[in-house]
């Protein structure tokens, strides 16, 4: 786990914060479509992207679920510390989106390396900031994007955090998302192929430079 945590977090932390979160915390695998974090779970760790990507999802209770913010190498989940300190239950889901390695932090030990490492606590408030940033993002999409804008933001951001051009989501995971029906997306996916955004094959969707 360290050699791990130095690669990914060296530049960031040190020596002494990276022995101890290899000490303490424990490492964990997971698959694309695992739930990492589920509503209502109590959060007694806080997570380290190693590897991979994670896609935050907060809850409707009206029509299911909307998508916050995908989380990468090297990011943590505000939303999941936010209910660390408040000792809270979560209010989000975390799901994967590709396979990927997590170091899981006990919460007790967030809140002591806070007043220990300055390292920590920069790291802890810039994801702050930063998850805050995408989160008004979003509700500007919601707020002042049409759809078609919206859609290809999530696509654009789909292939940036796969590292591939290439999308091979259904029309309803994508509608899912988005927060919208199968129909509105299949029509709007048509519509940016006609002006040359996107390519549809049978079983993907393939993002043009």
Request: proline share 1%; net charge negative; charged share 30%.
């Amino acid at each position: 786990m360290k050699d791990l945590l130095k690669q990914t977090y060296g530049y960031i932390f040190e020596d002494k914060l990276i022995d101890e979160i290899t000490e303490v915390s424990l490492l964990r695998d997971f698959k694309e479509g695992d739930i990492l974090i589920d509503f209502g779970d109590a959060i007694r760790k806080m997570p380290l992207l190693i590897k991979g990507a994670i896609k935050i999802l907060r809850e409707d209770f009206d029509e299911g679920e909307l998508l916050l913010y995908f989380i990468e190498k090297g990011d943590t989940c505000a939303m999941t510390m936010a209910c660390c300190v408040g000792e809270n239950k979560s209010e989000i889901r975390a799901v994967a989106e590709t396979n990927g390695i997590v170091v899981m932090i006990p919460v007790m030990k967030m809140e002591e390396w806070l007043g220990k490492y300055k390292s920590w606590r920069n790291y802890v408030f810039n994801s702050y900031n930063n998850r805050l940033k995408e989160m008004l993002s979003a509700i500007d999409n919601l707020a002042f994007m049409n759809m078609d804008e919206r859609l290809l933001n999530y696509l654009q951001e789909k292939s940036k955090i796969n590292n591939s051009n290439e999308i091979h989501n259904t029309h309803q995971e994508i509608a899912y998302d988005l927060h919208t029906s199968r129909v509105v997306v299949s029509r709007l996916l048509k519509a940016l192929e006609n002006k040359g955004k996107i390519h549809l094959n049978r079983a993907s969707i393939v993002m043009v430079n």
